[in-house]
């Protein structure tokens, strides 16, 4: 297990950037030069060693979970899958950070709240699913499409957002397509839940394969080159943290 030690470092960085990398945290450092005595206290340094501190809380609390759960490194196994998005879920609750679909709901409050028009608000709609890596498998976009066509095509004009009773029109052909496809309200959750299980299995892919690169890496060396790469379902994280 030599060989796996080496994988402490690396495992903290990619297991702890997926939670903490965030926009918010993004922060501009400022070196200052040694003087004899303390240099003033300005209002942006405070706020630089409060943000500095937020981020050092949430990264304790982050190792300090992961160092307690189990996890896997196995995305072929649904059970493995499964126990990892879990414990991504419990380190977001316990940071107060978005999950995918929050986040991509936040995403689009945030990028059509000055949408006036409703086909610009659907090609918006596209482009953050494309940024999402979110595949359309049931051409609900063009059907949504053909639906704005045939609402404009009766106004004889473009639909605007603000226009209650045109827009109403439009929900109403976008339900008849929800039941066509057999999309339900109710089953939102549910949709919700195989989103962040699919992205927990793209997160255990990515592990495995920078977890099986560093191993390989180190077999290179001359102490390593008789030891054997360990099969990356097999480490245990916890003993790395």
Known sequence: MA???RL????????VSQIL?????AISVRHFAKESSPPPVFKGDQMLKNAFSEVKTKFEAAIGILRKEKITIDPDNPAAVSQYAKIMKTIREKLSLFSESQRIRHTIELDTKDIPDARTYLLTLKEIRIKSGITDVIGAEAMMMEALDKVEKELKKPLMRDDKKSMALLMAEFEKINKKIGIRKEDLPKHEEELELNVAKAQLQELKKDA????ETQK???EFKDEEVVE?????????L
């Open 8 to 15: 402490v470092n690396k495992s903290k960085l990619v297991y």
């Open 232 to 240: 990356p379902k097999n480490l245990d994280i916890r003993n790395f």
């Open 3 to 5: 060989l796996a030690s």
């Open 212 to 215: 099986l690169e560093a191993m």
């Open 21 to 25: 990398v965030q926009k918010e945290h």
């Open 220 to 222: 290179k060396r001359e």
